[in-house]
């Protein structure tokens, strides 16, 4: 029997903890490229991409909706048209959005639409939010060239859209993995992801 362990059966461990959030300051973002992308649960997207060598910092909100400054509690609902995602800084010199791509397609599945295993609705689903239009290029020529590939036998549904506005979401979502490492959705969801892509023991 399959355990369907969602974040909504952990959301109340998150009170009361100490953030860390991963905030960059105008030194640490010159010469950083910024790609925002929705991965299912916003804490397991943060978790894998914060491990990606070259990336700087990994930051969890919303996006994609017509609500402004939306809460955690009305993204949930699917009312507000928002997308859980992390928006990351990451220095190109080190690592391109090709290859940040490449670990996105590792890390979810992106033929499913708006799932992410347990978690269902369009809060979860995949995204790639561009910021500018050589982003876009890239974002679609990684799409054609996974398609190609014929990795997965569905069709990929994966969304590329340009950057709105990205809202940060409350400070207990920020390094959720990090601070609770022994929580259901963390042991059963996050730490398997990251085991699997290489990042934990």
């Not at 996006?63 to 009305?74: D, F, K, L």
């Not at 928002?82 to 290859?99: R, Y």
């Not at 490449?102 to 269902?120: C, E, K, S, Y």
Request: hydrophobic letters at 35%; aromatic letters at 10%; a negative charge.
């Amino acid at each position: 029997m399959r355990f369907a362990f969602t974040k909504f059966t952990v959301i109340l461990t998150v009170l009361n903890i100490l953030p860390m959030t991963s905030n960059l300051t105008a030194d640490e973002i010159a010469g950083t490229d910024k790609i925002t992308l929705g991965a299912g649960c916003f804490w397991c997207t943060e978790a894998v991409l914060e491990r990606v060598e070259g990336v700087k910092s990994a930051v969890s909100g919303y996006m994609g909706g017509h609500v402004e400054n939306p809460t955690y509690r009305q993204v949930v609902t699917g009312e507000t048209g928002h997308a859980e995602v992390a928006q990351i800084h990451f220095d190109p010199k080190v690592i391109s959005l090709k290859e940040v791509l490449d670990i996105f397609w590792l890390m979810h599945d992106p033929t499913t639409l708006n799932r992410q295993g347990a978690d269902v609705g369009t809060q979860y689903r995949s995204a790639i939010y561009y910021h500018s239009n050589e982003q876009k290029k890239v974002a679609e020529k990684s799409i054609a060239k996974l398609t190609e590939s014929g990795k997965f036998a569905d069709p990929i549904v994966t969304e590329v859209t340009q950057a709105s506005t990205f809202y940060t979401a409350e400070d207990y979502h920020q390094e959720y993995y990090e601070l609770n490492k022994n929580a259901g959705y963390c042991r059963f969801v996050i730490h398997p992801k990251l085991k699997k892509l290489g990042f934990e023991d």
